[in-house]
C-alpha cells in the first residue's frame, strides 16, 4: 500500500511520522516558538534530522477558541517555510482550509494538504483535484472557535466514519484518486476526552474506508487531563498515545517529538518483524 503525495510515494508498510512545524504566535503545544521564518526553517530542518517523514506545516492555529487569520497573514507565514523545505528530501505538507493558499501551496511545491474542514470550503476540492498531490480529510465538529463548547455524538465513531467515508465519495467524484487520501479522525476537534479515547480503541474501523488513516494526538487536551501536565510536558503521554494509534491501525502519526517517536516506533517495528 502506498500514500502517493507529490513527486513522492510513500510506503506505508511501516508507520510514518508527520513532524509539525507551527508558524503560529498562537499555538497550543509551543506557545509561538516558530512564529519566525528563520526559526520556522531551522525546527523544520531538525525534524527531518530526527527523521520525519513528512513535514506538516501551519499559519493558522486550529487549537480550541482560536480566531481565524487572514489569508495574507497565512501566506505571509507558511510560503517562505514551504519554500525552504520542498528540497529537503521529504514531502511538505501545508494545513491550511483556505483553497487560495492551497494553489499557492501547491504552486510552490507542497507535495499534501491537510484541511482540518476535509476540502468542504467553496473551490476546495477544485483547487487540490488536478494536482498530484497527497490529501488529509479530517473530521470536526463545529469550527476551532466553538468546537469544544460541548460536543456532542449519539455514537461518535459510527459519525465521523460515515463524515470521512462522504468526504471520501466526493474527493473521489473530483478526481483524487484513493492512492491520494488521507483519512484523519480529528482527535481534539469537538470530541471530549472519552469521545477521542473511545475513537483511538476503534480506530482500526477508519481503514475501512481506505487510502491511509493519520492519528493527530501529540501533545493535545485530553493528554493533559489524563496526565494533568502542559503541552511541553506531554512528550511521553504522546508517545504512548502514537504507539496506540499505531497499534490500533494508523498509518501515519502527526507529532511534535519526532525523535522520541522514531525511537518508540523502532522498537515496535523490531518487535512486530520478530512475531
Known amino acids: ?19 509539525v512545524v507551527n508558524v503560529t504566535p498562537d499555538s ?27 513535514l506538516d506545516i501551519g499559519g493558522e492555529s486550529t487549537r480550541p477558541g482560536a480566531a481565524p487569520v487572514a489569508l495574507e497573514e497565512e501566506r505571509r507565514r507558511v510560503l517562505p517555510v514551504l519554500e525552504a523545505m520542498v528540497s529537503s528530501g521529504v514531502p511538505v505538507s501545508v494545513d491550511t482550509r483556505k483553497p487560495q493558499l492551497m494553489r499557492e501551496a501547491i504552486g510552490a511545491g507542497a507535495a499534501m494538504i491537510n484541511d482540518v474542514t476535509a476540502l468542504s470550503g467553496p473551490a476546495a476540492l477544485d483547487a487540490v ?14 469550527d476551532p472557535g466553538t468546537m469544544q463548547l460541548n460536543p456532542s455524538y449519539q455514537d461518535v465513531v459510527a459519525e465521523v466514519s460515515e463524515f470521512l467515508s462522504g468526504r471520501v465519495a ?54 493533559g487531563k489524563l496526565t494533568g501536565r502542559e503541552p511541553p510536558e506531554r512528550v511521553h503521554a504522546s508517545v504512548a498515545a502514537a504507539l496506540l494509534a499505531v497499534q490500533n491501525g494508523a498509518h501515519i502519526v502527526r507529532v511534535h517529538d519526532v525523535a522520541a517517536t522514531r525511537d518508540a516506533l523502532a522498537v515496535w517495528n523490531a518487535v512486530k518483524r520478530q512475531n
Do not use: W
Open 170 to 223: 466526493l474527493a473521489e467524484r473530483a478526481g483524487i484518486a484513493r492512492d491520494r487520501i488521507v483519512v484523519d479522525p480529528g482527535f481534539g476537534f469537538g470530541k471530549t476526552v472519552e469521545h477521542n479515547l473511545e475513537l483511538l480503541r476503534s480506530l482500526g474501523e477508519f481503514r475501512s474506508l481506505g487510502g491511509a488513516l493519520l492519528a493527530g494526538l501529540s501533545r493535545k487536551a485530553m493528554l
Open 129 to 142: 483535484a488536478p494536482a498530484p498531490v497527497a490529501v488529509c480529510l479530517m473530521h470536526m465538529q463545529g
Open 1 to 19: 500500500m502506498f500514500l502517493q503525495c507529490g513527486r513522492f510515494r510513500l510506503s506505508l508498510e511501516r508507520p510514518l511520522v508527520m513532524g
Open 28 to 54: 497550543f503545544s509551543d506557545g509561538g516558538l516558530y512564529a519566525d521564518t528563520l526559526r520556522a526553517v531551522a525546527h523544520a530542518r531538525r525534524l527531518v534530522e530526527e527523521g520525519a517523514d513528512i
